[in-house]
């Protein structure tokens, strides 16, 4: 399993997606043999993301994509992102993660960090790219407003203000678990993106996002055969 092939299709469907005020881009049927990369993942050794002792970050586990995905995701990539984010073209592009990933953590037993959006990055050109190999019953990304600061995307000038005030609201009530966020007191749902089996969505990772699992007892898992298997990758420029 170690020479995959990961060969992106010919026949694959490129779309753009409108996000509140931003863009997302979505690419159906992208690889010609996603059911490759499943094998692959039963065969690998799944370990917890950073922080997930302590309710931080990813709520589930991680392993290593095949090298093969991941050097023809980025080769394949790389102009499209330039052109739709407005990357400058004369810009390297730099992989910082690469990573299989499967939700394992109990809807109750979310931390509220985890149960609500969240933001990767306040880079302008940090690019999150989510490759699904799993039933839109798993659920897909939704994306979100800041009710009280209006933001939507956080920038080196704003982050500070967007957390001054999230801290805030946590402390004045904090959030039920849930993998299923649509409007709250605080935040907006002003998008989102099903999980189609072989779907590759690409966003900045600036933008507050979050996993929306509408049913979670079919998504929790620590299987790649049963549960909410993904490719999560991170750029930047």
Sequence with gaps: MKNLTCEINKNKIIKTVNIGDFKALCIDNFLMQPDTIESYARESSFTPYPGYEEGKGYPGVRASAPENYSYNLTLFLEPLIKNTFNVGKNKDIRKSMCAMSLLTTPESLLSPLQSTPHFDSSEPEHIAAVFYLCSPQQGGTAFY???????????????????????????????????????????????????????????????????????????????????RLTINTFFNF
């Design 145 to 227: 407003k800041h009710k009280a600061t209006g933001l939507q995307r956080l920038t080196k000038q704003n982050v500070d203000k967007y957390l001054d005030a999230y801290y805030d609201e946590l402390n004045t009530r904090l959030p039920k678990p849930t993998y299923c966020l649509n409007n709250s007191d605080f935040f907006e749902k002003v998008g989102s993106i099903d999980a189609v089996y072989n779907r590759l969505v690409v966003y900045p990772g600036s933008i507050l996002h979050n996993p929306f699992v509408p049913n979670p007892n079919l998504s929790i898992s620590t299987k790649p055969d049963n549960g």
